[in-house]
């Protein structure tokens, strides 16, 4: 039997989408112009939510196999894909100028129908923040999340919050890069500094070339090179090992190689996909002070004052960003042993 011809409105099941509007301001005989632009603002983002989760889940499948094959094109799709969330983000953050077209008058005409629903209750965005990195205990205003959330949508965050964060498997990953300690591919390297240490080589050289850059006011910042990316001491909150954080560093210093370009994007998109989410908290919490001012939020929290500690707190990629404190002068860098620059290259 053969298929039916596909029809736009049928394939898209717009018979659903576009009624599932049902204005409260309605259901009260008290009809709110603007409570429309709202819901479909909010179900807008929801759709956005569920595409981000769709590229996500195939990244984290990807990450979750035993051994992420470098040579294979799942490098790039992960490139791609991190790409996409960070592209999304962008519009989220833009679509808060629609939302803005609204005045607070506007808004007072529905809010208090609309209590005690909030933002807060959207159960994809929070499992978007569990399946990047954001770990419950490091969660601000940890009693909203379990005062505002309906059981079942907690249990689901909890279920993801027990599984490996994007943030563990690039960690997995990164301590998995070879090229450190394959001595054969250091053979020929031209040692710059005396060691004394027990560090490799590179590392003795690097640390010496960063700390004679480091100017007055910086020059504990040796200190916290030894403690983060040698000695696994660890700021709080810090989920890449030594290991890891040597290889992100060495990523970052040597990203003009052929092998390294995927590494480095992939380091490079989720620093974007920190920034957007940062961005959009920034944007949001704005419109929350212009919309309602001092008053607390429709779910309860203290509003802008929860929203201001989740946008300072809740950074998922800062280690990454740490490292732009140990970057060194591309002039400076390490000249390569020439067996590794074969391998780092296409040939
Ligand atoms: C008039 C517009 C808006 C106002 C006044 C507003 C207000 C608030 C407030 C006060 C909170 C803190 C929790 C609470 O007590 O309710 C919150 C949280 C939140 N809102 Fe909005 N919001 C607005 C629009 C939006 C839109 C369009 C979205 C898009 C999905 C959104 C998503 C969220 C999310 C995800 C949270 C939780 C953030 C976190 O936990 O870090 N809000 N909102």
């Known amino acids: 039997m053969s298929k039916p011809p596909v029809e736009y409105t049928e394939y898209l099941q717009l018979d659903k989408i576009l009624n599932a509007q049902s204005l409260e301001s309605d ?4 009809h709110a112009h603007d409570e429309m632009l709202f819901i479909i603002i909010h179900q807008a983002y929801e759709l956005w939510f569920k595409q981000m989760h769709f590229e ?16 294979s094109p799942e490098l790039q799709t992960i490139v791609h894909r991190t790409n996409r969330i960070s592209t999304i983000l962008k519009v989220l953050v833009h679509q808060i100028d629609i939302l803005e077209t609204m005045t607070p008058l506007d808004f007072y005409d529905f809010r208090d129908m609309l209590r005690p629903a909030s933002g807060f209750q959207s159960w994809q965005f929070k499992m978007l923040e569990a399946k990047l990195g954001l770990k419950f205990e490091h ?18 965050i909890k279920k993801v919050e027990q599984q490996k964060t994007l943030m563990e498997l690039l960690n997995e990953w990164l301590e998995r890069m070879p090229f450190i300690n394959d001595m054969e591919l250091w053979k020929n390297y031209d040692q710059q500094f005396e060691n004394k240490s027990a560090l490799h080589n590179f590392w003795n050289d690097f640390s010496h070339i960063y700390e ?9 910042n ?21 290991k890891a954080m040597r290889s992100a560093l060495f990523i970052l210093l040597y990203r003009g190689y052929p092998i390294m370009q995927a ?10 996909i920190d920034e957007q989410m940062a961005t959009w908290r920034f944007r949001h919490i704005n419109m929350v002070g212009r919309m309602i001012g001092s008053r607390v939020g429709t779910g309860g929290s203290s509003g802008k004052e929860y ?11 800062k280690d990454f960003a ?11 860098l390490p000249k390569l042993s020439s067996e590794l620059e074969r391998r780092l290259g296409f040939y």
């Open 212 to 220: 004679n850059g480091l100017v007055e006011g910086e020059k504990q």
């Open 27 to 30: 259901k009260e005989n008290a």
């Open 263 to 272: 590494p480095f994007q992939i380091i490079h998109n989720l620093l974007d």
């Open 322 to 332: 740490t490292l732009s404190s140990f970057l060194i002068e591309r002039k400076k």
């Open 307 to 317: 929203l201001r500690g989740a946008l300072d707190k809740h950074y998922i990629f």
């Open 222 to 242: 040796i200190q916290v090179l030894t403690d983060l990316f040698f000695n696994e001491i660890k700021s709080e909150h810090t989920v890449l090992s030594s």
């Open 56 to 71: 996500l889940d195939s990244i984290l499948q990807i990450m979750n196999q035993q051994m992420v094959n470098d040579n």
């Open 139 to 156: 969660r601000y205003g940890q009693q909203y999340y379990l005062s505002m959330l309906k059981p079942e949508y907690i249990a689901e």
